[in-house]
Structure formats: structure tokens, C-alpha cells
């Protein structure tokens, strides 16, 4: 690994931090240099896989729950590509990779979502009805919705919707979706309120 290589990793790293402790507020802030450097590696995978992405962090399973959440939180429309076709799970997996602490929210949370569905419906999530996966995200991706059994659900969906959002605007796609220019001459970018609501808008469940 090039020093330069490793100068990007450790900002990525700790510009991490900053976002994880940003989004236990609901804020939800990756500095776009940390941004496009995991952008960068999953396409670096991708390549070496022949356009294959191998999971770093999460198994299969795991994976292939949060790129079906991916696709509910930020769909395509008319206008765009959504958060699947922009790679946000990839990326959030890499990310992930990268931070334990994130690993660890990340894979309880997909432990309770299957819990949950299995309780419910008497499938993993993945294998659920899509009826009844929007259900459920109906109810946890509120916290007015929130009670002592789905706390931690509300709590990692509000995980996911941040991250998977901050994934599609710093992605080439995102960034064309907001018409934003210019984006290697700032150090910290911000989704705008209202490309947010218009992407939680675009969810049928929001």
C-alpha cells in the first residue's frame, strides 16, 4: 500500500467516526473525500471481480438484505437510478470494513430484522413478501412508531436510511440526480435537505 494509499485510509477511517457520531443524531455527514475513496474501492472490487462485488464485511445473506433495503429507501423513478444501481450497499459494506463499530450495528440490526420477520411472517426478511417487508419498515422507519420491542429496529433502519443516503448523493449517480458541480473542491459535503426528502419521498414507505 502507497503511502498516499494510506494517508486516504486513515481519513476515511476517521472521518468515519465523525459520521457515525453525526448519525446517532440523525445527521448523517461523510466528508466527500472518505466518500469517493470507498466509492473508488468498490470499483476497484468490481474490476478485480470482473463486475462481481465480493462482500468485505457482511455474509451473503446479510449483503443481499441491505441492497433490498437500499432499493426501498432510495428506489429508481423516472428521473434517476436508485441507491441499488448507485452501489450504496457495496459501499456501505465497505465502510463497514473499515469500522467494527459500524459492523457490529450493522450486523445486529440485520439479526433483528430477521427476527422480527420470522416472528411476523415467518420468513427472513430477504425471503418476505414485499408487501410485507414495506409493512414493517412502515412502522420502524418512524420513531413516533417506536416501543420497547422494535426500538432497535427503528434505531439500525435509521442507520441504513442515513448511510444509504449519503452512499447515492456522493456517487456519480447522486451527484448527477442533485446537479451538483465541482465536488472535488470541497472537503465535506452535505445531502441538502430537500434532495433528502425528495429521496425518502421516492420510498414507498415514507
Same mark, same amino acid.
Given at each position: ?14 472521518? /468515519?467516526?465523525?459520521? !457515525? &457520531? ?10 466527500? +473525500?472518505? %466518500? #469517493? ?46 441507491? /441499488?444501481?448507485?452501489? !450504496? &450497499? ?10 467494527? +463499530?459500524? %459492523? #457490529? ?102
Amino acid at each position: 500500500m502507497s503511502e498516499a494509499d494510506q494517508v486516504s485510509r486513515r481519513e476515511l477511517l476517521r472521518n /468515519l467516526g465523525i459520521s !457515525a &457520531a453525526l448519525a446517532r443524531s440523525g445527521a448523517g455527514l461523510v466528508t466527500l +473525500e472518505a %466518500a #469517493q475513496h470507498a466509492h473508488n474501492a468498490v470499483a476497484e472490487n468490481k474490476s478485480a471481480a470482473k463486475g462481481a462485488y465480493t462482500p468485505k464485511c457482511f455474509t451473503l445473506h446479510e449483503f443481499q438484505t441491505l441492497r433490498r433495503l437500499s432499493d426501498l429507501i432510495i428506489p429508481a423513478d423516472d428521473h434517476s437510478p436508485g441507491a /441499488l444501481e448507485a452501489g !450504496a &450497499a457495496e459501499w456501505i459494506d465497505y465502510m463497514a470494513s473499515n469500522s467494527p +463499530e459500524l %459492523a #457490529q450495528i450493522f450486523t445486529g440490526g440485520f439479526g433483528w430484522l430477521d427476527h422480527h420477520m420470522q416472528r411476523l411472517h415467518g420468513a427472513d426478511f430477504i425471503d418476505a413478501k414485499p408487501s410485507d417487508q414495506i409493512a414493517v419498515l412502515d412502522v420502524i422507519a418512524f420513531r413516533k412508531n417506536e416501543t420497547p420491542e422494535n426500538a432497535e429496529g427503528v434505531r439500525f433502519f435509521s442507520w441504513v436510511r442515513n448511510l444509504v443516503t449519503d452512499a447515492y448523493y456522493t456517487s456519480p449517480i447522486g451527484v448527477k440526480d442533485l446537479g451538483y458541480m465541482g465536488n472535488t473542491a470541497v472537503s465535506e459535503f452535505h445531502v441538502p435537505d430537500e434532495a433528502l426528502q425528495y429521496a425518502l419521498k421516492r420510498s414507498p414507505f415514507a
